[in-house]
């Protein structure tokens, strides 16, 4: 399992000499206007499905402050919003294009006065111990260049029993699937972001990523060996993407 995380830090989208980090704030500037639009196609308009239902887990429980970490173009606010209506809204990101984009719909929602959107690298967060209910993850967990370092963060700054809730895409590891699924990758997905994309090594970082980041029972691991305790975990859509509910635990 640590090799696997050691090989997901090696993953970069342009070269071998930059942070993984630098690289990942510079693609995501670059494709921040296209990103929405690129997401969808990747997930055959699901992506939106599978966040719904995940954050659907967290009625049980109180969240009057929320943080959601790459929280790119705001979809994860705006839906906990909708769903949670928290009091506090809170997004960072290494993107600030990206947030750019997310700001422009956070305010269309009107939901600029309980929002904050900051540039930050969730591995040195500034906040304060203790200060949320819930934190998020969605589509961004693999492409965090210090795996252990954030999630201490992510412990740290979480209430007592606070909520992490993660959802990522996963790739299939054997049968029909995974063969379908290469398929899927090699005629769809690169055939699609060759033709309209003006970043090809950005989306093809995004697939690639998925291969080496742990899923699953490696990943559950990981999270328990950091402080948490496993509460909920489901695959949807015949295991293309999977949701973790977990409970801060010290």
């Not at 402050?65 to 209506?85: K, N, R, V, Y």
Request: hydrophobic fraction near 40%; charge should be neutral.
């Amino acid at each position: 399992m640590a090799h696997k995380e050691v090989l997901n830090d090696s993953v970069k989208p342009y070269n071998d000499r930059e942070s993984k980090t630098h690289q990942l704030r510079n693609m995501f500037n670059t494709i921040s206007k296209d990103y929405d639009f690129f997401n969808n196609l990747m997930s055959w308009g699901l992506a939106h499905l599978w966040r719904r239902k995940a954050m659907r887990w967290l009625h049980d429980y109180r969240t009057e402050t929320l943080l959601d970490i790459a929280t790119g173009t705001a979809d994860m606010l705006l839906l906990a919003d909708q769903l949670l209506s928290p009091e506090v809204l809170r997004g960072i990101d290494i993107s600030e294009e990206m947030m750019n984009v997310g700001w422009e719909k956070l305010k269309s929602h009107r939901l600029d006065h309980k929002t904050e959107l900051e540039v930050m690298d969730c591995a040195e967060m500034k906040f304060a111990d203790s200060t949320f209910d819930t934190v998020t993850i969605a589509f961004g967990i693999r492409n965090l260049e210090r795996l252990t370092q954030s999630l201490e963060q992510i412990n740290r700054v979480l209430k007592t029993n606070g909520r992490f809730l993660i959802i990522e895409m996963n790739e299939p590891q054997k049968g029909p699937l995974a063969v379908l699924y290469k398929i899927y990758v090699k005629l769809y997905v690169q055939l699609a972001t060759g033709l309209l994309s003006k970043d090809k090594e950005a989306y093809a970082y995004l697939t690639k990523s998925m291969h080496y980041f742990p899923q699953g029972k490696a990943l559950i691991e990981i999270l328990t060996d950091h402080d948490f305790r496993l509460l909920k975990y489901k695959s949807f859509t015949f295991g293309v993407c999977s949701a973790y509910l977990l409970e801060k635990t010290n």
